[in-house]
């Protein structure tokens, strides 16, 4: 399992964005969430994405927020517990997302904004299964 | 617990709302005046009323706002309710508009707090501020007109932080544009903390499809309320 992709995934966490355009880009796609509903921009840094793949462990179907929890291997088989915050249930239903989507042992792509404080956390804008499958995530 | 509660209130009223209306009272037909009803999702969300700022706040209001971290002094983070007129604007979840011959009811998903708008009857004496305040409405023409006073000073006008104190005042004018759009023009009026009336527009898009859903917040809320 590959812990992060090259290029846009942990290693670039804490380094600016490396062209404005896409900085920029990236501002106006995630400026409308920046007052959104439970404050994640306390958490999140909404200008900046990672890519992080894993292998889920648990699935919680909740409000206000779902969340996964998923291993992340590094190159020398060390393992990091990571998170995923996603949006409200309701919301996420409609953009396709069901309670058993996930289980234990489902290898994603987790694609969203990194913890500001360096955890393993990520805010969820969008994931990639196994099968190919995209979902959006909603706020 | 409470959620449930209010569900179970919310199941309540609306029989009331769609009751008979006793003679001497509001004696409307839902036929005879516009029809609003549906489930409606901003079609613009709004997060800050004012996002190239500008708000014509009082020396009391701009120290208020000084003092307060959109980010961090939420109410919202623990679960409270938006209040009006925040969750009709700044919330980017569906509401269902239940429409009756003695009140108008706004249900919606991501509030704890279900909005009464009584028809045909003047805003209490001493009202007991509250989240959702007191609305009273009536029809102009295609236009419902709702006059809601009686807030509790705990919540925020926007996702900004704007203060509010319980003068509270709000004006809205709801019209169906078109079927698949509504139309809610605000006046947002607190002399307290601002020095003229503050005007507003949310348009909201029907969706037809769709129905509102449970939405418990405290199930499993981590975000921590850091202003007490």
């Known amino acids: 399992m590959t812990a992060l992709e090259e290029g846009e995934g942990i290693a670039m966490r804490n380094k600016p964005m490396g062209f404005p355009v896409t900085a920029v880009l990236l501002l106006l796609s995630f400026g409308a969430s920046t007052y959104a509903h439970h404050g994640f921009v306390s958490w999140f840094d909404v200008t900046r994405t990672s890519t992080v793949k894993g292998t889920v462990t648990s699935f919680d179907w909740t409000n206000p927020h779902a969340y996964i929890y998923f291993d992340v291997k590094d190159e020398k088989g060390n393992i990091e517990k990571w998170s995923a915050e996603l949006g409200a249930l309701a919301m996420l239903a409609r953009a396709g997302w069901r309670r058993d989507i996930l289980k234990p042992g489902d290898e994603i792509t987790a694609i969203g904004n990194p913890a500001k404080d360096g955890k393993p956390a990520i805010h969820l804008t969008k994931i990639v299964l196994a099968n190919g499958q995209e979902l959006s995530s909603a706020l | ?228």
């Open chain 2, 1 to 228: 617990m409470r959620n449930r509660l209010i569900f179970s209130a919310a199941a309540v009223v609306a029989m009331l709302a769609f009751s008979p209306a006793p003679r001497g009272q509001d004696a409307a037909s839902p036929g005879s005046v516009p029809d609003i009803s549906g489930v409606w999702l901003v079609e613009k969300f709004q997060p800050v009323l004012f996002p190239k700022g500008g708000a014509p706040l009082t020396p009391w209001a701009e120290m208020k706002l000084k003092a307060t971290n959109p980010q961090t002094d939420d109410p919202n983070l623990a679960c409270l309710p938006e209040g009006v007129p925040r969750f009709m604007i700044s919330v980017p979840y569906p509401m269902e508009i239940v429409q009756g011959p003695r009140r108008v009811l706004i249900i919606h998903e991501g509030t704890s707090v279900l909005r009464q708008i009584h028809m045909g009857r003047q805003h209490p004496k001493d009202l007991d501020p509250t989240y959702a305040g007191d609305s009273v409405g009536k029809w102009e023409g295609d236009t419902l007109v709702v006059d809601s006073v009686g807030f509790n000073d705990k919540t925020w006008l926007d996702g900004g932080a704007l203060p509010h104190t319980e003068a509270l005042h709000v004006v809205e004018r709801i019209r169906r544009r078109d079927h698949d759009t509504l139309v809610d023009e605000f006046t947002i009026d607190d002399p307290m903390a601002y020095t003229k009336p503050i005007s507003a527009q949310q348009v909201y898009k029907l969706k037809p499809d769709w129905e509102i859903h449970e939405y418990v917040c405290e199930e499993n809320n981590k975000y921590t309320y850091q202003k007490k």
